[in-house]
C-alpha cells in the first residue's frame, strides 16, 4: 500500500464518519465506499472475502435462530407470511430465471435461494420509529424464517450424494442442538448466580456460536447448521439472556454488517463493470418488485393489512448480509456448468436492490407511516 492509497482510504473513512451522524442511509454510504474502493484500489483476496463471510453467516445466523421463538411466533404472528412467501417467491423467481436465462432447473433453485434472505439491518434503525410496531415485527419474524430455511434448502442441494445426509445435515443439527442445550443450562445457572450481568460474560456469549461452527468443522460437517440449531434451541433455553445477544448485536455487531456491504461494493465494480447485461438488470427488477410482490401480497391476502403494508414489505427484500456472504461463499459449496453466470446474476439482483433501497429508504418510510 502506498501513500496514494492510504490518502484514498482515510479521505472516504472521514466521508463515512461524516455522513453517518448527518445521512440517514448510513448502509448506502458504505456501498458507495467499497465502489470507489474497487474502483481506485486494489481487489481484495478470494479467502478474505470468504472468512469475512463466514464469520458474519456463523455470527448473524445463531442470533437469527435465537430470535425464532416457536410458540411466541404461533401465538402472535401469521405463520403464512413468511412460509406462503417464501416459497411463491421460490417457485416464480426459479420460473422467470428459466425464461430469460439457459440454465438447468436446479441452477435457477440455487441461483433463487440466496435472494430470498432478508436482512433487516439494511433499514436503517432512523426509519424504525416511523414503522408500525405490528408491522416491524412481521418483518422480523419473516427475516428469521427465510435466512435458515433458504440456508437449510441450499446445504441439502449441496450435498453430493444422498448417503452424506447424515454428516452434512443429520450430525450438525444433532451436535448444535445438544451444544446449544448445554450453553442454555449454563447461561441459565449463570443468571441465578447473578453471573449474566458481567460484561466479560455477555462478550463471551458471542463466542458459542463460533465453538460449535469449529466442533462442526473438525467432522467436516456443515457448521452452518449445527449454528442454526445452537442457536434456536439457546433462543428457547435461555431466552431470558437473548436479548442482551440481540442488544450487543445491534451496537457492535452492524459493524460486521457495514464491513461485508463494502466488500460486496469492492467485488460489485470489478465483476459488474463487464457482466451486467439488459436481461440481467430487467430479473433484478423484475424479482424484486414483481415477484416479491405476488409472493407477499398472497401471504397477506383476507388479513385486515392495507396494500401500503404489501408495498412495504416488498421494497423491505431481499437485500444485507445473508445473500451477500453466500454469493462470496458460492464458490467454495457449489460446482455448476454456467456458475459465472449464476453469479453475476445474483451479484446485479443484490447490487440494485441495495442501490434502490438505500436512495428511497426515507421517502418510502415517510409516506408509508402513519
Given amino acids: 500500500m502506498n501513500l496514494q492509497d492510504i490518502a484514498l482510504y482515510s479521505f472516504f473513512f472521514i466521508l463515512l464518519s461524516w455522513g453517518s451522524k448527518r445521512i440517514p442511509f448510513l448502509p448506502l454510504l458504505c456501498f458507495l465506499l467499497g465502489i470507489a474502493w474497487g474502483f481506485f484500489g486494489h481487489h481484495p483476496q478470494t479467502e478474505l472475502l470468504q472468512t469475512a463471510a463466514k464469520i458474519a453467516l ?92 433458504a440456508f437449510l434448502l441450499l446445504a441439502v442441494i449441496h450435498l453430493d450424494h444422498p448417503f452424506h445426509f447424515f454428516i452434512g445435515i443429520f450430525f450438525p443439527i444433532i451436535a448444535g442442538v445438544g451444544l446449544g442445550y448445554v450453553c442454555g443450562i449454563v447461561g441459565r445457572t449463570a443468571l441465578d448466580c447473578g453471573w449474566a450481568a458481567e460484561t466479560f460474560f455477555r462478550g463471551a456469549l458471542f463466542l458459542t456460536p463460533f465453538a460449535i461452527f469449529a466442533f462442526c468443522d473438525l467432522f467436516h460437517a456443515n457448521g452452518f447448521i449445527g449454528v442454526i440449531a445452537a442457536g434456536y434451541t439457546f433462543g428457547h433455553t435461555a431466552r431470558a439472556l437473548c436479548d442482551t445477544l440481540f442488544d450487543l448485536s445491534r451496537r457492535q455487531g452492524i459493524i460486521l454488517f457495514y464491513l461485508i456491504i463494502i466488500f460486496f461494493g469492492i467485488v460489485s465494480i470489478h465483476v459488474l463493470s463487464f457482466a451486467m447485461t439488459l436481461t440481467m438488470v430487467m430479473f433484478a427488477l423484475i424479482f424484486l418488485f414483481g415477484v416479491r410482490f405476488l409472493a407477499v401480497l398472497a401471504s397477506l391476502i383476507q388479513t385486515r393489512f392495507q396494500w401500503k403494508t404489501a408495498f412495504y414489505m416488498t421494497f423491505l427484500a431481499p437485500k444485507g448480509l445473508i445473500p451477500i456472504a453466500a454469493l462470496f461463499l458460492f464458490n467454495e459449496y457449489f460446482s455448476f456448468s454456467e456458475e459465472n453466470l449464476m453469479l453475476n446474476i445474483v451479484l446485479t439482483t443484490i447490487f440494485f436492490s441495495i442501490l434502490i433501497h438505500s436512495l428511497f429508504a426515507y421517502p418510502i418510510t415517510q409516506t408509508y407511516a402513519p
Fill in 58 to 149: 456463523v455470527f448473524f445466523l445463531f442470533l437469527e435462530s435465537a430470535r425464532l421463538h416457536i410458540p411466541r411466533v404461533f401465538r402472535y404472528y401469521s405463520i403464512r407470511l413468511p412460509t406462503l412467501g417464501f416459497f411463491v417467491s421460490l417457485v416464480m423467481g426459479t420460473l422467470v430465471a428459466k425464461f430469460l436465462f439457459p440454465l438447468s432447473w436446479i441452477e435457477c433453485v440455487v441461483l433463487i435461494l440466496p435472494l430470498l434472505s432478508i436482512d433487516a439491518r439494511v433499514t436503517p434503525s432512523v426509519f424504525e420509529s416511523s414503522i408500525p410496531k405490528r408491522v416491524a415485527q412481521m418483518f422480523n419474524v419473516e427475516a428469521s424464517f427465510t435466512g435458515i430455511l
